[in-house]
């Protein structure tokens, strides 16, 4: 049975096409009930809320937007309590999003290839900018914040999910400023006399780059804010912190603005790859003393990197391990995502790069070769040295297909172990959640959606962490899809 299965990944598809599009309907309806259809049992020690952000509309009144990237941010709220969980959805208020539904019809340009109806007269020199709070979502100082990389963080009511405002710190934000999708929470911050704190960036593009670093204490107020100008145009969407630095991978690309002015081509499609050019690493210091803040620049050869797992220091070294694609997927005027074509794209894999801080050189080694998207760690290794990842993965060991599977990999023994959903499961981004008042690094629970093609509808799967060749600990069959997200949060508060 074992060998049927790993023979048939090669030779035919592990999913069909039309059950992957199914999973990107928009989702109209608002929820908010228990989840009583449920496989397994929900581990009373499970307490929390998994907050998860992504597009919830695919389309505005039936008009299609051009790639899920640009879709309006939906939260989706899954409360653990006593071994119950409840279920909640709801979009993000946004001034687009409010705009558009009481227009019934597109009425911005999106990042990723949207544009309003009418042809390029109807789009050229419209550089407003729709901050569609999509990305990610996070609990912190006490307010519940929708993320979106390039405008500021939208300000939910953590229980109703009722959008309450745009958030600027206290003014320590502008209008339109932005605040990134991928903050880093460092569990015990050396300048902060071991407190957390949370890390984040924003990035200015144009000739030259700006890109500032917040930090964040646990209050939510920014208490270090530093600007750097890097040369060229920067694409970067995440980042790693350790102790002392943040590192940043400025991928190879060049930006032309003019199809964008004149209404041909929205901004992510005048992004082009350059597969001669080095790949940049960024390294800026936490410090904000004067004599300690000189920014590195590295380099390694050309690549993509949208996500990295973690990053940590080992002497004069820094470690970072992170998802690298051959080639910017780039996203063309006339195609349709729902048409892509998977084999033709290359696949996301894992490697770990090791910068000497000393020398200024780069060593890079492949860690895995199958395709993975979305990693997870336990959130007390953030920055640190650590053991154990869990990361979205494609049923099959090559080739690049959707995400169908979790994979855990063990950094030391290289031990790997997979849990799939195929044929008819398809995967997103895997949060884990440590058991309480454990330290053993992999104690404790995986959580993610599953889009079940066979009911339409999606599955909140709970495995246990450490050993994911157990089948899972429990299936909570929601009553509705929730479309492909992005990515979310659990907290214990
Ligand atoms: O870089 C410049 C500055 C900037 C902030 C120019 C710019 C216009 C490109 C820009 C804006 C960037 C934005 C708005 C990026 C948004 C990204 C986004 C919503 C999602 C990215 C997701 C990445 C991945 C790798 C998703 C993978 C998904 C799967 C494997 C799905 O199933
Ligand atoms: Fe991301």
């Known amino acids: 049975q074992n060998l049927k299965t790993q023979e048939s990944s090669i030779t035919e598809k592990s999913y069909t096409r039309s059950d992957w599009q199914e999973g990107y309907q928009s989702l109209n309806q608002e929820f908010d009930y228990w989840i009583d259809d449920i496989e397994g049992q929900i581990p009373p020690e499970l307490q929390g809320t998994l907050f998860r952000n992504g597009p919830g509309l695919l389309d505005i009144n039936g008009?299609?937007?051009?790639?899920?990237?640009?879709?309006?941010?939906?939260?989706?709220?899954?409360?653990?309590?006593?071994g119950r969980a409840h279920f909640r959805n709801r979009f993000v208020h946004t001034e687009g999003y409010l705009a558009e539904k009481e227009a019934g019809k597109i009425l911005y340009r999106g990042v990723f290839g949207t544009q309003k109806p009418g042809g390029?007269?109807?789009?050229?020199?419209?550089?407003?900018?729709?901050?569609?709070?999509?990305?990610?979502?996070?609990?912190?100082?006490?307010?519940?914040?929708?993320?979106?990389?390039?405008?500021?963080?939208h300000h939910l009511n953590p229980y109703t999910l009722e959008t309450l405002g745009r958030e600027y710190f206290n003014g320590v934000l502008s209008t339109g400023e932005a605040f990134s999708a991928h903050p880093r929470l460092d569990p015990s911050c050396d300048q902060d006399g071991g407190a957390p704190c949370l890390v984040n960036f924003s990035i200015k593009p144009g000739l030259s780059t700006t890109i500032t670093i917040f930090e964040l204490n646990p209050a939510g107020e920014i208490v270090r804010k530093h600007a750097h100008s890097v040369p060229g145009f920067c694409f970067i969407h995440d980042f790693v912190i350790t102790p002392n630095y943040c590192i940043f991978f400025q991928n190879p690309v060049i930006f032309n603005p003019i199809p964008l002015a004149l209404g041909i081509r929205a901004a992510g499609e005048c992004i082009k790859f350059q597969p001669n050019q080095p790949t940049r690493i960024i390294v800026i210091p936490r410090t904000t003393k004067k004599e300690q803040s000189e920014v590195k620049i590295l380099e390694t050869q050309s690549g993509f990197v949208f996500h990295h797992v973690n990053a940590f220091e080992l002497g004069d070294e820094v470690l970072i391990d992170s998802i690298c694609y051959e080639s910017l997927p780039e996203v063309e005027p006339e195609s349709d995502f729902r048409k892509v074509d998977f084999e033709a794209q290359s696949p996301g894999?894992?490697?770990?790069?090791?910068?000497?801080?000393?020398?200024?050189?780069?060593?890079?080694?492949?860690?895995?070769?199958?395709?993975?998207?979305?990693?997870?760690?336990?959130?007390?290794?953030?920055?640190?040295?650590?053991?154990?990842?869990?990361?979205?993965?494609?049923?099959?060991?090559?080739?690049?297909?959707?995400?169908?599977?979790?994979?855990?990999?063990?950094?030391?023994?290289?031990?790997?172990?997979?849990w799939s959903a195929a044929p008819r499961g398809f995967m997103s981004e895997p949060i884990f959640v440590p058991r309480p008042g454990s330290d053993k690094e992999d104690d404790g629970w995986v959580l993610a959606l599953v889009y079940d093609a066979a009911h339409h509808r999606s599955d909140v799967v709970i495995l246990d962490a450490s050993d994911f060749h157990k089948s899972p600990i429990a299936r909570l069959h929601l009553k509705h899809h929730v479309p492909y997200g992005l990515h979310g949060n659990f907290t214990s508060e």
């Open 63 to 82: 008009q299609r937007i051009h790639h899920p990237f640009d879709g309006d941010g939906m939260i989706s709220r899954i409360t653990f309590t006593n």
């Open 120 to 153: 390029w007269l109807a789009n050229i020199f419209d550089f407003k900018i729709k901050n569609i709070a999509n990305t990610n979502v996070i609990y912190w100082g006490g307010k519940l914040l929708a993320l979106w990389e390039a405008a500021e963080p």
């Open 349 to 418: 894999k894992l490697w770990r790069f090791c910068l000497n801080l000393k020398d200024g050189t780069v060593q890079q080694k492949l860690i895995e070769s199958r395709c993975c998207e979305f990693p997870s760690i336990n959130p007390a290794n953030v920055g640190r040295p650590y053991q154990y990842l869990y990361i979205g993965a494609t049923h099959g060991e090559t080739g690049n297909a959707p995400l169908q599977a979790l994979l855990k990999i063990d950094l030391e023994s290289g031990e790997r172990q997979l």
